[in-house]
C-alpha cells in the first residue's frame, strides 16, 4: 500500500458527536475527542504495546540496543502500514525516519522523539526493574495490568516518560483518526533519534546528510514534562546547555593531613572558593560579561510568564524547600535567564571512605543553562577568563612537573561536551497560534511559555532549515525524568494520545 492510501476517509457523523461533559472540560477538537473515544475502548492493548517498546533497553550509549528499538519501532510502524527508513551516518546510532504523505496537502510537519534513555543503577529502583516495566497503583505498589486503568496509576520503567511515552502517544493517535475516519491535513514526516540523551553530537550531520528528506514547515518535539500545575503547555523554545569539568591541582599524591594538613594546599578547599566566586546564594552568576548576549523577552512573552499559573509555593511544599534562589524571582521568570549548576564534585571519600588525607586533586563538574543570545563557545571562553583571574594557570591537560613547579595554583578546563545555543520561536508566528489553538481545543485551559527550562537538541534544526521549532510535552512534572523509578502517570498518557491527535490534525 502507498503512503498516500493511509490517509483517512472523513466521517462527519462521528464529527457531530459532542458530549456536554467534553464540552465543559475544553476538549472539543474532533481529532482528540476521536481519540479519547477510542482509548477509553483500548486502553489495555495500547499499554501492552507501550510496555513491549519499554521493555527494550535503550541506554544512549549502547548501540546495540539502540538498534533494537529502532527495529522494533520501525515493526509498530509496518503494523500501521506506515513506510520507514533507517537513516545512518558513519559511527553514530541510527536514526529512525518515517513519512505519511498526504494528497492536496501543502505544508508539510515534522515530529520529534527520542528513543535513547539514559543510563540506569538497578539497585536504586524500587520494586521494578528499569527494563521490566511495571504498573503501580496510588501507593506505589505494584499491580497486575487491567482493562480499564485507573489513571493516578503510574507506569515505572527507563524512558516511561522521557521519551517514550510520546512515540507511543502518536501512534495511538494516528490509530484513532484512523479508526474514526479523519483525515490528514498536512503531510507528516516522524523523526526518531537515537542518542537525544547523549546530547545528540551527530544531530547536525544527519541533518546535511539527509537535508531534503528532513526537510519541513515547522519541527514539533515531544519532549519533556507538562507544567507543575499538571496543565498542558507549549513552549516555543528552550535553553541551550554547555558541559564543562574543572579539576584544581594540589601535591602530586594525598598527604597525611595530621602532617600537612595546614601546609599544603587543599584542592577541595580551593575548589569552595573557586565556586563562590562564580555565583552567589541566589544563583546570580558573578563571572564578568555573563549577561551581556542575553536577548530580552519580547512584550507577548513577559505577559505570557505573567500569565503563567504561580506554583512556587505548591512546588516548594512538593519539594521540601523553605527557601529558592533567584532573589523572590518565580520560575518561571528563572528559566528565561541563565543557569550555572554545580553538578558534582570528587575528591578524597566521605563516609566509609572516608581517609584522614589533603587530596591530591578536585573535579567541579559543571552543567551551564543558557538563554537565546548565548553563544556556548563564549560561555567557555568567559570561564577561561574568570580561572585566570582567580589566579589559576589553565590547562588542558594533565600537568606535568615542569607546569607544577611555575604555577601555584593550576585548573584543566575540560569542555569536549560540546553544546547548544538556545532557540526561542516567536508566539506571534501563524504556525505558533494554529499549535496553541489546536492544543488549547484539545485540553482546554493551558500554559504557553516561552522557554523551557531543560535543553533540547532544537539548535541545530533551527540553524539547518530556519524553520520554527515548537515543544509539546505530556509527561507529568513528577515523572523521575533521568532518575531511578522513572514513571509516566497514565492520565498523561491519555491526555497525550488527545493531545499528539490535535497536532497530527493540523
Known amino acids: 500500500m502507498s503512503l498516500s492510501q493511509l490517509c483517512y476517509v472523513p466521517n462527519m457523523g462521528m464529527l457531530a458527536l459532542l458530549g456536554f461533559a467534553m464540552i465543559a472540560a475544553g476538549q472539543d477538537h474532533p481529532a482528540a475527542r476521536a481519540a479519547r473515544e477510542y482509548r477509553m475502548s483500548h486502553e489495555r492493548a495500547i499499554v501492552d504495546e507501550f510496555l513491549s517498546l519499554l521493555a527494550i533497553p535503550n541506554v544512549a550509549s549502547h548501540a546495540g540496543d539502540i538498534a533494537r528499538n529502532v527495529e522494533h519501532l520501525q515493526h509498530l510502524l509496518a503494523h500501521r502500514r506506515i513506510e520507514s527508513q533507517v537513516l545512518e551516518v558513519p559511527n553514530a546510532p541510527p536514526v529512525l525516519y518515517a513519512e505519511i504523505r498526504t494528497p492536496g496537502a501543502t505544508r508539510t510537519l515534522m515530529f520529534y522523539a527520542h528513543i535513547d534513555g539514559q543510563p540506569v543503577e538497578p539497585a536504586q529502583w524500587q520494586g521494578s526493574k528499569p527494563f521490566t516495566p511495571v504498573l503501580k497503583d496510588r501507593g506505589g505498589r505494584v499491580i497486575a495490568l487491567p482493562e480499564k486503568f485507573d489513571p493516578e496509576s503510574r507506569i515505572y520503567a527507563r524512558s516511561a516518560s522521557d521519551d517514550k511515552a510520546p512515540v507511543m502517544a502518536m501512534l495511538a493517535a494516528l490509530d484513532a483518526m484512523k479508526a474514526k475516519g479523519l483525515a490528514l491535513r498536512s503531510n507528516l514526516k516522524f523523526f526518531f533519534d537515537g542518542e537525544e540523551e547523549a546530547g545528540s553530537p551527530n544531530l547536525r550531520r544527519y541533518l546535511e546528510q539527509y537535508r531534503d528528506k528532513l526537510g519541513a514547515d515547522a519541527w514539533i518535539f515531544c519532549d519533556g514534562p507538562v507544567h507543575q500545575s499538571r496543565k498542558q503547555q507549549v513552549v516555543m523554545g528552550v535553553r541551550g546547555v554547555v558541559g564543562l569539568n574543572l579539576t584544581l591541582y594540589g601535591a602530586k599524591r594525598e598527604l597525611h593531613s595530621g602532617h600537612y594538613g595546614n601546609w599544603a594546599p587543599n584542592p577541595l578547599m580551593m575548589a569552595a572558593q573557586l565556586m563562590a566566586s562564580m555565583r552567589n546564594e541566589d544563583g546570580r552568576i558573578l563571572i564578568p560579561g555573563f549577561y551581556d548576549d542575553v536577548e530580552p523577552l519580547s512584550e507577548s512573552e513577559k505577559q505570557a510568564v505573567r500569565n503563567a499559573p504561580d506554583i512556587d509555593a505548591e512546588l516548594k511544599e512538593e519539594l521540601g524547600l523553605v527557601r529558592t534562589e533567584g532573589n523572590g524571582k518565580r520560575i518561571e521568570e528563572l528559566v528565561n535567564l541563565p543557569a550555572l549548576n554545580f553538578r558534582g564534585m570528587q575528591a578524597a571519600g566521605v563516609g566509609a571512605q572516608s581517609r584522614n588525607v589533603v587530596p591530591a586533586s578536585t573535579t567541579i563538574s559543571i552543567d551551564v543553562r543558557l538563554v537565546k543570545g548565548m553563544d556556548p563557545q563564549r560561555v567557555v571562553d568567559k570561564f577561561r577568563q574568570h580561572l585566570a583571574s582567580q589566579g589559576y594557570h589553565v590547562v588542558t591537560q594533565e600537568p606535568d612537573d615542569a607546569i607544577r613547579r611555575k604555577h601555584p595554583r593550576i585548573c584543566r578546563l575540560d569542555a569536549r561536551e560540546g553544546g547548544y545555543k538556545a532557540v526561542r520561536a516567536s508566539m506571534d508566528l501563524p504556525i505558533s497560534k494554529e499549535v496553541i489553538a489546536a492544543v488549547k481545543a484539545a485540553r482546554g485551559d493551558i500554559v504557553v511559555l516561552p522557554?523551557?527550562?531543560?535543553?533540547?537538541?532544537?539548535?541545530?534544526?533551527?540553524?539547518?532549515?530556519?524553520?520554527?521549532?515548537?515543544?509539546?510535552?505530556?509527561?507529568?512534572?513528577d515523572n523521575n525524568q533521568h532518575g531511578h523509578n522513572e514513571n509516566i502517570r497514565i492520565q498523561n498518557l491519555w491526555d497525550g494520545i488527545e493531545t499528539l491527535a490535535a497536532l497530527l490534525n493540523l
Open 451 to 477: 522557554t523551557m527550562g531543560g535543553s533540547l537538541p532544537i539548535a541545530p534544526i533551527a540553524e539547518a532549515f530556519d524553520k520554527p521549532v515548537i515543544i509539546v510535552p505530556i509527561a507529568n512534572h
